[in-house]
T-cell receptor, first 115, second 116 residues
């Protein structure tokens, strides 16, 4: 069965510092991995995805994520955090090809960036 | 602005009322989804439509009734809801049913539903 874990409920970082939001996954096949961000009173917005190829994936708003197969991780990173990055971040996984129609979301990590 | 449009943005209804949530996308996506999201929690899948046919019903109570009139529209009909049904209801779409695709889902901004 597919599963995804975000071990931190909340991450606090100062503006200008690098940030990392952690995600680990479990699938039976090859994973499709996604990061989404949700701002207050908004839907989820797609940030980036890993399908295959280069382990370092670059996405929207300066975010990137590193796929690590041996550690089954897909951590979200940004070199320099902005106050406007404060939001709720969801890691998500689909099992390829056995996952069917479902995307499994992690519990979410709330990111606070202090000025 | 999101490419998936949901109406209304807010809805307050009594437990005996009947109302509908609407979702529209014009990206040519052939898969559409309904999710329920409680505060500070991840979205929970309710229904999936693939090529206008219901593909997944995640054991959702019958007081929620989905409808997909065409490839651009998705409705969620509500009747006799309970207070615990109060939540943010999100609609999403993707290019093809996600089991065959590596494409992400596009989400609307949701309808915030309150049951009195």
């Amino acid at each position: 069965a597919q599963s995804v874990a975000q071990p931190e409920d909340q991450v606090n970082v100062a503006e200008g510092n690098p940030l990392t939001v952690k995600c680990t996954y479990s699938v039976s096949g090859n994973p499709y991995l996604f990061w989404y961000v949700q701002y207050p009173n908004r839907g989820l917005q797609f940030l980036l995805k890993y399908i295959t190829g280069d382990n370092l994936v670059k996405g929207s708003y300066g975010f990137e994520a590193e796929f690590n197969k041996s550690q089954t991780s897909f951590h979200l990173k940004k070199p320099s955090a902005l106050v406007s990055d404060s939001a709720l971040y969801f890691c998500a996984v689909r099992d390829n090809p056995t996952g069917g129609f479902k995307t499994i979301f992690g519990a979410g990590t709330r990111l606070f960036v202090k000025a | 602005d999101t490419e998936v449009t949901q109406t209304p943005k807010h809805l307050v209804m009594g437990m005996t009322n009947k109302k509908s949530l609407k979702c529209e996308q014009h990206m040519g996506h052939r898969a559409m989804y309904w999710y329920k999201q409680k505060a500070k929690k991840p979205p929970e899948l309710m229904f999936v439509y693939s090529y206008e046919k219901l593909s997944i019903n995640e054991s959702v109570p019958s007081r929620f009734s989905p409808e997909c009139p065409n490839s651009s529209l998705l409705n969620l009909h509500l009747h006799a809801l309970q207070p615990e049904d109060s939540a943010l209801y999100l609609c999403a779409s993707s290019q093809v049913p996600e089991g065959l695709s590596n494409q992400p889902q596009h989400f609307g901004d949701g309808t915030r539903l309150s049951i009195l």
